[in-house]
């Protein structure tokens, strides 16, 4: 079995080990644990990802970049939109270029 030296204070095998203590442990260590004796219990590999599972994500990645996209474009026209509305006031206008009630027209 394995032998472990515990890195810092840990719960292994109902125990709780403090850091410096050796323990014997049958699984994999992890970020707690430095091998001392033994080898490693083999872990699996994480499975990759299958080929539904990429075009998913290339799908949502697609989806993001269309939003950033579309996002950049309504506020350049909210910012076009704005600034013709301040100068069309300016000019004594409303938004639509029609003299604003109360105003004298324009000659």
Excluded: W
Excluded at 24 to 41: F, I
Excluded at 62 to 87: N, R, T
């Amino acid at each position: 079995m394995p032998k472990y030296l515990v890195l810092e204070k840990s719960f292994i095998n109902n125990r709780i080990y403090e850091a410096g203590e050796e323990c014997e442990y049958e699984g994999p260590g992890g970020s707690n644990l430095e091998l001392v004796k033994g080898e490693t219990p083999y872990q699996e590999p994480k499975p990759k990802d299958t080929e539904a599972e990429a075009k998913a994500k290339a799908v949502a990645d697609a989806k993001l970049k269309a939003d950033a996209v579309a996002a950049e474009a309504k506020a350049k026209e909210d910012a076009a939109k704005a600034k013709a509305d301040e100068d069309a006031k300016a000019k004594g206008r409303d938004e639509h270029g029609h003299p604003r009630p109360g105003d004298k027209p324009l000659a």
